[in-house]
């Protein structure tokens, strides 16, 4: 079990700054994201995108700033689970929380604080019959550990970069490897897509464009793939595992269910400490709703440092809370 | 003033009232009537939370850009008739468009 003082929901850059805010009052933190990475929308959206609304930068990239706000908290030693979902708050006798994900990550904490933008970044599924079916018997929605497809024969499908980029990395794992893409060409980037070419041409793997997946078939584990052409011919052919890639997007999902107000799927706060209606549990940046709201991150950094300054409290219980000024106390590595 | 029509999932086609010169795009009108467009990325063809099918009128439009059209390929179900309604700006050439909200659909 991991145990820290704050536990953030959410590694965007609300979340990370929120660590510098919690550091400053000697707090420590631990951040759970479903993505693999840090930077949250920034990462997956616009990592290239210049942002012009950070008070103090007239223009920076957005990986730039993610990569700037890690700087600015690293002597804060915060722990980090990605690629985890968090999935359960199981509040305990004492007040105190147990944040459980969906690969069985606890983390003990004694305050909550969702900074989970509009949701966790779930996989977008295509509409294949039976795909639910086989989830877990055959369809992955991400490559995790690439050796699990050591010679196993693999479908993938679609047209980014993702889709290129794994169905090159497997086709030196795999026994045998097939690209599945609607189009019929890749706007991926140029060397990816001409890799893709030259692998198909060269026999090492097999290349169907102008098609889709649309049924999946199997006696309890998966077998095959139907795929229908966009001349609408139909073909079967046998398949261990099949790896849909049409990229991410975000869902409310378990947040929905841990009884907090919420209104058109962001969480409901109060705007004097940025406070649930459940004790100890908060929400800053854009996954929080009130009056006025404007889903900036300036203004997720201002409740960041508001609502550490609530959740002190929980932390340091007989401690008197002192507001002090980063100038003339400095920054204080832990 | 143009008018645009939305269509609904059983066929039944709703008008909006649009304007052409106050600098929206069609996804950032489709969020003033109220319909349930995350609109993600803002605007900059990134997220596809925009997403349309275009019934009516498509030859009127613009072509895509090159950013429209790379994210347009990463979906499962985009088509010959999918845009990103916030790469459109209503002008007098869309008046009568009709359109499907197909990134609901993705939900």
């Known amino acids: ?334 | 003033m143009i008018n645009i029509f939305i269509e609904n999932d059983l066929g039944e086609r709703q008008a909006l009232e649009v304007p052409t010169d106050m600098g929206f795009n069609l996804m950032e009108i489709l969020k003033a009537y109220e319909y349930d467009i995350q609109a993600t990325c803002g605007g900059m063809a990134l997220c596809a939370t925009c997403h349309i099918e275009v019934l009516e009128g498509k030859e009127k439009l613009p072509e895509s850009n090159d950013q429209e059209l790379d994210t347009l390929d990463t979906l499962p179900n985009a088509d010959a008739n999918s845009r990103l309604s916030c790469q459109l700006r209503p002008s007098d050439e869309m008046d009568g468009l009709v359109f499907r909200l197909k990134a609901l659909q993705e939900a």
């Open chain 1, 1 to 334: 079990m991991i145990n820290t003082d704050i536990c953030i929901i959410g590694a965007g850059p609300v979340g990370l700054f929120a660590v510098f805010e919690a550091g400053l009052l000697k707090m420590r933190c631990h951040l759970i994201d479903a993505l693999p990475v840090v930077g949250g929308q920034l990462a997956e959206i616009y990592p290239q995108k210049p942002i012009y609304d950070i008070p103090g930068a007239p223009a920076i990239i957005a990986e730039d700033l993610v990569n700037n706000l890690m700087k600015q908290i690293e002597e804060f030693k915060p722990g980090f689970t990605l690629g985890e979902r968090v999935e359960a708050l199981e509040k305990q006798a004492d007040g105190s929380y147990i944040v459980r994900t969906n690969e069985g990550t606890d983390v003990h904490c004694q305050v909550v604080v969702i900074a989970a933008g509009l949701g966790s970044f779930e996989p977008r599924k295509p509409a294949v019959e039976q795909l639910e079916y086989f989830e877990g018997k055959g369809v992955h929605y991400m490559v995790k550990k690439p050796e699990q497809f050591r010679g196993r024969n693999v479908v993938l499908a679609g047209g980014g970069d993702s889709a290129l980029d794994w169905t090159i990395f497997l086709a030196d794992i795999a026994s045998r490897v097939t690209l599945v893409h609607r189009g019929d060409t890749f706007r991926g980037a140029p060397d990816s897509a001409e890799k893709v070419y030259d692998l198909a041409g060269k026999g090492k793997i097999d290349l169907i464009l102008q098609a889709q997946v649309n049924k999946l078939g199997g006696n309890g584990v998966l077998k095959e793939v139907s795929i229908l052409g966009n001349d609408k011919s139909v073909t079967t052919i046998p398949t261990d595992d099949f790896i849909p890639l049409f990229g991410l997007s975000p869902k409310l999902g378990p947040i929905a269910d841990w009884n907090l107000g919420v209104e058109k799927s962001a969480v409901i706060v109060d705007t004097f400490d940025y406070s649930t209606n459940v004790e100890r549990i908060y929400a800053i940046g854009d996954i929080n709703t009130y009056p006025g709201k404007l889903k900036l991150i300036l203004c997720g950094f201002h409740e960041a440092a508001i609502m550490m300054q609530s959740a002190f409290k929980y932390v340091y219980p007989d401690q008197k809370l002192s507001f002090k000024y980063t100038t003339v106390n400095g920054v204080n590595p832990f």
